[in-house]
């Protein structure tokens, strides 16, 4: 009777897991898009300059970097408050919505300058320790 029991148990869990992995995309708690396209020179040289360094940042922990191109629009299950005009376009997400952006690439200190202030306005970061 208790081997019945757990092998339910274990059957359901298995369900409940395999029907997570179904799921649609999960948005972070906080995180930034950079919407980019094809041929930007600016775009080209974040990812030169800055893409290596964010995922190591502070910043780049608290909100990890998710990048799309203009032409696919905001990911599954993120909303936009509205069009991308400008590329790159750095998009501060929480819970799927928009908190703010960043429009254009004005140099790796403006824009250090800028994410940093973005970040502690609209969605309580710490800054760097």
């Known amino acids: 009777m208790k081997a019945s029991a757990s092998l339910r148990r274990v059957a359901a869990a298995l369900?409940?897991?395999?029907?997570?992995?179904a799921l649609p995309r999960m948005a972070q708690a906080v995180e930034l898009i950079m919407v980019e396209q094809q041929g930007c020179?600016?775009?080209?040289?974040?990812?030169?300059?800055l893409g290596p360094i964010?995922?190591?940042?502070?910043?780049?922990?608290?909100?990890?970097?998710t990048m799309v191109d203009?032409?696919?629009?905001?990911?599954e299950?993120?909303?936009?408050?509205?069009?991308?005009?400008y590329t790159p376009t750095f998009i501060l997400i929480e819970g799927g919505q928009e908190l703010?952006?960043?429009?254009g690439y004005p140099g790796e200190d403006f824009f250090w300058a800028?994410?940093?202030k973005m970040l502690t306005e609209k969605?309580?970061?710490p800054g760097a320790s």
Do not use: H, M, N
Request: charged content about 20%; proline content about 8%; aromatic content about 12%.
């Open 77 to 85: 299950g993120v909303s936009f408050d509205g069009p991308v005009v």
């Open 100 to 103: 703010a952006r960043i429009e």
């Open 41 to 49: 020179q600016y775009c080209i040289a974040w990812k030169e300059k």
């Open 123 to 125: 969605a309580g970061f």
């Open 70 to 75: 203009i032409t696919e629009g905001a990911p």
């Open 54 to 65: 964010y995922p190591k940042t502070e910043a780049g922990k608290f909100a990890p970097l």
């Open 114 to 116: 800028l994410l940093e």
């Open 15 to 21: 369900v409940i897991g395999l029907g997570l992995l």
